[in-house]
């Protein structure tokens, strides 16, 4: 008896590949309804390469004079970035303390922590700062406000996965010589979320400088309202002047960041 | 004195470590318990200061009756019970003086403790015990820089210095090679008896209980099966401890490996 030999095979059987098909269709559809959605004005994408040609023309070269003026404005970007992460990261010790399995009281502390870690999070450091120039008025404590605000869940979260990951041998040895909760957490626990802490708080702050660059948009202080000002007025050599100063503290901020993150052991 | 009267230990998973184990520590005596793995020696020797919640059975420490103490009251009586782990379970990124000065945070206010503010008299022991543990001179270097032997010898130091009523030693050796064993059991039952310190150790090798300690508790399975002088541990209560009675089928077997012991958040630390 002899045996068929089998030369055909297929991966998937014909119903199977209706489905994909179907399936690819069904997503195709769904991109060019998306598209037609946004009413795109091609009259616009047509003229593109040759706006931004102009663009460049009007902001070359740089406006020289015009970076002395804008050093005040970058330090107190460079502030707003300091005092916010470290109000941040002041208001997120605690929290992290409740948002950790391990050092939480109880559930319902647990669940108070991860509702602040989320909520925080969950909200834009624009849309903060337009909360607290309500509250405070135009200016930097705004801006403070918000970079502080917007960074409670990142560090606090960042910090409570740390304090989840420790030995808990070294804190046992600390209960074992009769050591109070608050000598716990200072010598059980402190010591070993240290470099988490450092990297994450200088981390942030390389976030921050950037976050506190785009708040003068909306008044909350800082280089992002002389930016504003500059594309309000098309004085586009300043605005070039400025973007490249941003650079500049932006690659300033990421080096010390990764020093500082290098250094801790 | 120690005293243990029934007690009895049920892990949350339904595993019952210890069945009902009576002992009692008096004097200076240094007592080690052997056993198999999984025969609930760690669970005993953490049981006594509570890092392990015992679920039954009573432990009395001189007049104080561990067992039953608030919160409050057992971190008092932790002051006086010294605790050296297998692991060592020192602070790492922490140097070797704050390692062995935090065997006295039970004393101290937390200001102090958080300020670094150890009592004069505390610093002066700490160096006379560093120089008997033979760590002269590494005061200053963070824990994680030294060897394993010069770690469990801050583990040493660090339960010394809170002049506890009792050492509980929680295999300590079994981290180490067996030259550094053998020396770090020497120095530990040496350091106990000239303080007068009753000490209750668990271990897994039987030659470094046999050498060092006056007595031997045998645990298997949650039970003391033997109780001592090394002397009387005969092939008989070897069998008896380690193979339930069932005489040595092949030569050369052994028992080995570490257990490890869960110790149990108390909510909050």
Redesign the interface.
């Known amino acids: 008896m002899a045996v068929e030999p089998r030369t055909s095979w297929t991966k998937y059987d014909r119903k199977t590949k209706i489905l994909r098909m179907l399936g690819v269709l069904v997503a195709a559809v769904v991109a060019v309804l998306a598209w037609r959605a946004l009413h795109v004005r091609y009259t616009f994408v047509a003229n593109a390469a040759r706006n931004l040609r102009d663009l460049l023309g009007r902001m070359y070269p740089p406006n020289p004079s015009y970076a002395v003026e804008i050093v005040p404005p970058l330090v107190e970007t460079m502030n707003i970035a300091i005092l916010g992460t470290g109000l941040a990261i002041f208001l997120s010790l605690p929290i992290a303390y409740l948002g950790a399995e391990?050092?939480?009281?109880?559930a319902i502390t647990y669940a108070i922590g991860k509702f602040l870690i989320v909520g925080t999070r969950s909200v834009n450091v624009i849309i903060w700062a337009l909360f607290f120039i309500i509250i405070f008025g135009t200016g930097a404590l705004a801006g403070v406000l918000a970079v502080a605000f917007r960074s409670i869940g990142f560090v606090s979260k960042l910090l409570a996965e740390g304090i989840e990951e420790i030995?808990?041998?070294?804190?046992?040895?600390?209960?074992?010589?009769?050591?109070?909760?608050?000598?716990?957490?200072?010598?059980?626990?402190v010591?070993?979320v240290?470099p988490t802490f450092v990297s994450v708080a200088t981390y942030r702050w390389d976030i921050n400088v950037r976050e506190a660059t785009i708040i003068g948009f909306v008044g909350a202080g800082g280089i992002g309202a002389s930016l504003d000002a500059s594309i309000d007025f098309f004085q586009w050599s300043n605005v070039l002047t400025i973007l490249i100063a941003m650079l500049g503290v932006v690659l300033v901020s990421e080096g010390v960041s990764a020093y500082l993150r290098g250094k801790t052991r | 004195m120690l005293t243990i009267t029934d007690l009895r230990k049920v892990y949350p998973t339904g595993d019952e470590a210890l069945k009902g184990v009576s002992m009692r520590v008096s004097g200076d005596e240094v007592v080690s318990v052997i056993g198999p793995s999984g025969a609930g020696k760690s669970t005993l020797i953490s049981c006594i200061?509570r890092?392990t919640e015992p679920t039954d059975g009573s432990i009395v420490l001189d007049d104080t009756k561990i067992t039953s103490l608030s919160k409050r009251d057992l971190?008092?009586?932790?002051?006086?019970?010294?605790?050296i782990?297998q692991?060592f379970?020192?602070?790492?990124?922490?140097t070797v003086m704050?390692n062995v000065l935090?065997?006295?945070?039970?004393?101290?206010s937390?200001w102090k403790?958080?300020r670094r503010k150890f009592d004069a008299e505390d610093i002066s022991k700490a160096y006379e015990i560093l120089d008997r543990v033979g760590l002269e001179d590494v005061e200053d270097k963070r824990v994680d820089e030294l060897s394993g032997g010069q770690r469990q010898r801050v583990g040493i130091a660090?339960a010394v210095l809170?002049r506890p009523k009792i050492l509980l030693v929680d295999e300590p050796t079994s981290s180490l090679d067996p030259e550094t064993s053998a020396a770090v059991m020497e120095l530990l039952t040496e350091i106990a008896r000239e303080e007068e310190i009753p000490v209750v150790i668990n271990i897994h090798e039987v030659d470094l209980a046999l050498e060092h300690t006056d007595r031997v508790v045998g645990l298997t399975d949650g039970r003391i099966v033997f109780d001592g002088p090394p002397g009387e541990l005969d092939d008989g209560a070897r069998d008896t401890i380690y193979r339930g009675g069932e005489p040595r089928a092949k030569a050369g077997e052994r028992t080995t490996s570490t257990e490890s012991v869960e110790?149990e958040?108390?909510?909050?630390?």
Not at chain 1, 179 to 185: A, H, L
Not at chain 2, 89 to 94: G, H, P
Not at chain 2, 265 to 269: I, Y
Request: hydrophobic share 35%.
């Open positions: 391990n050092t939480t009281p109880n030995d808990p041998g070294q804190v046992a040895a600390i209960r074992a010589v009769g050591g109070s909760p608050f000598d716990v957490v200072v010598y059980g626990i010591p070993q240290k | 200061n890092l971190r008092r009586s932790r002051r006086e019970m010294g605790m782990f692991e379970n020192l602070i790492e990124r922490l704050e935090s065997g006295r945070l039970g004393y101290m937390n403790a958080f660090r809170q110790i958040p108390e909510g909050s630390f």
